[in-house]
């Protein structure tokens, strides 16, 4: 009876262990979550002083409530103040484990600090003193329950890495094994070996059982975690790997050393943590950036690359079985087991700079994604996850018994108000079963455990058999159940029949009394049995009954309820909405304020009344795809429309709304025309368009005149507004303006010259084209743009100018172009016979002295300006071929003299 009385004391302080005493946690820059284990929830502490970029540590009783807490260095009681001789332990705030509580077995006051340094580095690069593996002694009951360190940094180990775990021995002497990382005779600072150190009923024994590998590693950063069956165990050492091992609890022995491999981009291992049911591992690992140039790139958060590996523990090639679970710009980060069976990852975005929130894996027994990684899960309020969070014997989290056996969750069972459930232990044959329920003893002493409220369930199984005791437990609540109110839809419809289309989503808000979190199922039949899996749903009768079934999402508990379909037989008239397609495009498309249409179709009726609007019949009935009141046709000209008037969320009628977008007159809207200033006062007429029956339309000159056209005879701008049958209008302007024939102001004349020219300068408000016409009126060059006439031939011409802005007439000057000819050939032919100069008449130089002089200078002839020329002959008698020279006195006074050929 004494042994069996012993098992279960020993069950109940490892149960105690497995829950409350990691109820609390502080970490990270002022952080804490508290696990409220009666409701299985977790809420966010902001009252630690704690304040660290890695290690930390806490411990809480057998009841959740907070005992202290550490960095390594300074200790805090429960109020959160520095417990008394609470300073200067040997631990360090940026060391990755700086400390870890142990209870000693089978008392209620002891408890152990084990602690690690960090190894640091002073200014000029050199080491700064290590202090390894110590340990220090609280007593709890002293300074009225506050406690008070009584022992401190106690040396286990000279030299040891940043890294340490624990682990219950076994649950008969309760004795538990504290595991660090160091060489074989922790004097260096290379690591090989594992140290376990029993702690038992006489305290830390100082001999460590040690296991040694075949491994150089100098990295001392990295977690060390077992399984919390203590048989797997866990080792990241950063830059020099990841290692996995067996433990056998029994003798302390580490074994079976095997290296996992990470994803290349983040191969640097940091936290580790196995699931509860110690299949599986996961890993949390960094690119471990560090810019020693350019520190300030260090503080960049997409510098860093962090991911979440899972291992399959019970794979054949188990290195193989990584699986990324989440992968991101993130710093390194531990992960931490809680007391409800989820793993919690700590989150900071560079080393100094930590995030306000925390990753959970949901269901770490879960293969893969079906864990359920979320990534900012707990909010931490104002305060800050850092690197670290609290490690804890890994023993209070060891695998229970399965009492809920519903195939959902192990540990955590939601029930309906109403609902029964029974909680069922393993039947073993002569077992005593104790059941507990928040602490507190019940009656039952079978292996089930019939519940009908909310609590945390608890079973202790003696198994009389000389072995363990068996435990089991079970986070219940009761949730209410949704409200579900009944509700009537009425709904209009399109041809009398009484039966129409229902929108069933319109009667939600109704039905669930517009909670939210709700889903709302409709059936056919009161049992419930025939879903209506459409929302479009039309009735088979008028009135009708739907059997709704609400549902909340969170806990999965319902009511039912009663959805009454019922035809509206009410109705108002429909309205045109009409336009003018003025708003800049004719293209029969125009924006409406459906606004008054509404006004007019609910004009006289009901004034409680809503209406909103919907492109077709289908959507008014169902409710969906609602139009703005501000809406465009999309149907040129003409389009129809619906309004759906409701009166308390129920259908009065469906109305047409037709959309009309008339078209304006089909005019130019600018025209230009020209007045003739040399006809004045002649008129001329000007009209509003070409259209296509003139008497369809008004108009309104700004003359005041209302005819289609209009006789005017001044310039300017005149405008006409033209307005259709539908009343829609445009303006158009006609600009007249003036054109003129043309004035000569000059003619610019260079003769007697190799390229003859004549430049014509003219003025007037035409625009004119030239045109050069011989003595003859034989066209030389055609009208043409240019005002300049080149290698023009001597002699006397016509210039002509007309204007082509209006045709409004052509002015014509004439001109002379003198020039002498080279040669004459006096035979009679008709050509060339007598030498003259071009260009004289009696119009132009007249009173010219010509004389004609043989190669001697002798005078031969003077000729008659105005007459035939010289035929080549002195006194009647032909003279010789030769050169003969000329002088040329023009009667403007320019004198030529040159000399020209006698042919003969």
Known sequence: MKKALFLIFCVLRLTTYAQNEATNWYFGFNSGIKFNLANNTVSALSDGKLNTIEGCATISDDLGKLLFYTDGITVWNRNNDIMRNGTGLRGDPSSTQSAIIVPKPNSDTIYYIFTVDDHSFDFFGNPLPHYGLNYSVVDISLDNGLGEIISKNINLLQECSEKITAVIKNCITGSIWVIGFASQNS?????????????????????????????????????LKLSPDGTKMACANAIDGLYLYDFDANTGKVSNQLPLTIDFKADRPYGVEFSPNNQLLYVSSSNDFFDFENPRNNDIESNHKSLLTQFNLHATNIDASAITIDDRNLYR?????????KIYRALSGTYFNGKNALG?????????????????????????????????????????????????????????????????????????????????????????????????????????????????EAFVTFNANPEALNNTLLQCDDDSDGLTVFNLEESISALTNNKPDRTVKFFSNASRTNEILEDAYRNTTNPQTIFVKVIDDITDCFSFSELTLEVSVTSAEDFDLTVCDDDGVEDGLHSFDLNQAGNNITENLPSDLTINYYETYNDALLEQNELNTSYSNTTPNFQTIFARLENNNSCYSINSI????????????????????????????????????????????STGERSHEINVNETGIYSVTITNSF????????????????????????????????????????????????????????FQDSNIFLNVFPGIYTISVRDTKNDCGITTKKVSVIGFPKFFTPNNDGYHDTWQIYGVSEM?????????????????????????????????????????????????????????????
């Open 187 to 223: 004097n260096t600072d290379i690591f090989d070996t594992f140290h376990a150190f029993e702690i038992g009923d006489s305290g830390v024994s100082p001999l460590a059982v040690k296991s040694t590998f075949n491994i150089s590693i100098l990295d001392k950063r990295g977690y």
């Open 333 to 341: 980060g531990a992960l931490q087991l809680g007391p409800n069976g």
């Open 360 to 472: 959970v894996i949901n269901n770490p027994n879960q293969l893969g994604l079906a864990c359920d990684y979320k990534h900012n899960a707990i909010s931490l309020g104002i305060s800050e996850s850092s690197q670290g969070l609290p490690p804890f014997i890994s023993s209070f989290f060891n695998k229970k018994i399965d009492i809920i056996k519903n195939g959902k969750s192990t540990s955590s069972l939601g029930l309906c108000a109403g609902d029964s459930y029974t909680l069922s232990a393993d039947i073993i044959p002569n077992a005593t079963y104790s059941w507990t329920r928040d602490k507190i003893e019940l009656s039952e002493t079978s292996s089930t455990l019939e519940i009908l409220e909310s609590g945390y369930y608890e079973v202790y199984i003696n198994p009389n058999n000389g072995g363990c005791a068996i435990e089991g």
């Open 658 to 701: 037709n959309l009309i977008v008339n078209a304006l007159p089909n005019i130019s809207l600018d025209e230009e025309t020209f007045y003739c200033l040399n006809t004045f006062p002649k008129p001329i007429t000007i009209n509003a368009g070409d259209l296509d029956s003139i008497n369809s339309y008004s108009y309104q000159w």
């Open 727 to 782: 009343g829609c209008s445009k303006t158009k302007r006609i600009t007249v303006a003036p054109s003129n024939i043309a004035t000569f102001e000059s003619v610019n004349i260079t003769d007697a010259s190799e390229n003859n020219t004549i430049t014509v300068i003219t003025s007037g408000d035409g625009a004119y084209q030239y045109q050069l016409l011989d003595s003859k009126n034989s066209v030389i060059t055609p």
């Open 844 to 904: 132009f130089q007249p009173n010219t002295k010509i004389q004609i002089f043989n190669r001697y200078g002798k005078l031969i002839k003077e000729l008659n300006p105005l007459g035939e020329g010289w035929n080549g002959t002195l006194n009647g008698i032909k003279l010789p071929a030769d050169d003969y020279w000329f002088s040329v006195i023009l009667q403007d006074g320019r004198v030529f003299k040159n000399h020209f050929a006698l042919i003969n």
